[in-house]
């Protein structure tokens, strides 16, 4: 069998949000639940969501439509015409469709191409609400077991590298960019693309929480040094350190959720050394050629370098290694 991602595989958009907006202009009432879908988004990206959490309350805007059946067949109507034409010639019979799209939603527009081995996230339509996690990632890799116990996958198409267990499990697997093929071992994500996923993350946007509360306390540490230390960049060196073994415990905790141990706090306060370099240049210059008050130096010098460290913290203190 040959397996397919559906959003941007198959179909040139993500349908989910294709169906929402496509809702929302027909029924309104639906931006009542904007600011449940706003807060639940913030609490995503803080980490104190879960992805299927998130997606269960973004699908609220279900329970202000009637009809749901109706809705669909009216979006598919409408939306058809965005399936990309390399599957309208090459799909087959024994095809299977694995999404993390509502299953309600994806089965319907499979139907009119023929396609019967379906997978999706079980949403209910009527209330939004999930029944099992939703199927993204190794989730994906599950439910087709479940379905086809001894499945073998010649060929696998997706356009995100999140689909990777899926890709393990092919004989051959593709990168689908734009309705264009490519290897998956050959596909190199852009600039661009690596830098959404690094930094439009949940796991930045927790860094950046523990940045805040480091900020506050290399201040508070680097004040409490410079009453007895008659230098502010002399003051900033013991300040910054202690405040960067705080930094290490919240991290460790809050952000990568791993245990504590000597050997990552020494790799993570290597990571931290371009930044202490960068804070240490900033103290200066701020505070000899500018003479700005020492609360404004150390705030001010807390605040740059915070995407060089998260990058170097991740990647080297963090890094899972493959086995």
């Not at 879960?50 to 109507?77: G, H, Q």
């Not at 929480?209 to 508070?220: D, E, K, S």
């Not at 502010?232 to 460790?252: K, M, Q």
């Amino acid at each position: 069998m040959n397996i397919y991602d559906f959003d941007k595989t198959i179909y040139k958009n993500d349908s989910t949000a294709d169906f929402y907006f496509f809702c929302l202009k027909r029924h309104p009432r639906i931006l009542t639940k904007a600011p449940l879908l706003i807060w639940s988004f913030a609490l995503y990206m803080l980490g104190i969501y879960s992805k299927t959490r998130f997606k269960e309350k973004m699908y609220a805007f279900l329970t202000c439509i009637e009809d749901i059946d109706a809705e669909v067949e009216l979006f598919w109507d409408t939306h058809y015409q965005n399936i990309h034409d390399y599957y309208k010639t090459g799909h087959r019979e024994d095809d299977v469709v694995i999404s993390a799209s509502p299953e309600f939603l994806v089965k319907a527009g499979c139907k009119r191409l023929g396609i019967e081995n379906v997978i999706a996230s079980r949403v209910d339509k009527k209330t939004g609400r999930y029944t099992g996690e939703n199927c993204w990632g190794q989730e994906k890799v599950k439910r087709l077991y479940e379905a086809f116990p001894n499945a073998k996958c010649n060929e696998f198409y997706s356009d995100s590298l999140s689909d990777t267990p899926l890709a393990d499990i092919a004989k051959s697997a593709y990168i689908v960019r734009n309705g264009e093929l490519v290897e998956w071992k050959k596909y190199k994500p852009s600039v661009k693309t690596r830098l959404i996923s690094t930094f439009f993350s949940p796991q930045f946007v927790m860094f950046l929480a523990v940045g805040v509360v480091n900020t506050f306390a290399g201040t508070v540490f680097s004040i409490i040094y410079r009453s007895f230390i008659p230098d502010d960049t002399i003051a900033f060196i013991p300040g910054y350190i202690t405040a960067n073994v705080l930094s290490y415990i919240l991290n460790s905790f809050i952000t990568f959720k791993e245990r504590l141990g000597f050997v990552k706090y020494i790799k993570f306060f290597i990571s931290s050394l371009p930044n202490f370099i960068i804070q240490t240049v900033m103290v200066k210059l701020l505070s000899d050629m500018l003479h700005w008050p020492s609360v404004i130096v150390y705030c001010m010098a807390a605040i740059i370098g915070v995407p060089v460290t998260f990058v170097l913290v991740k990647l080297f203190a963090f890094g899972k290694k493959k086995k």
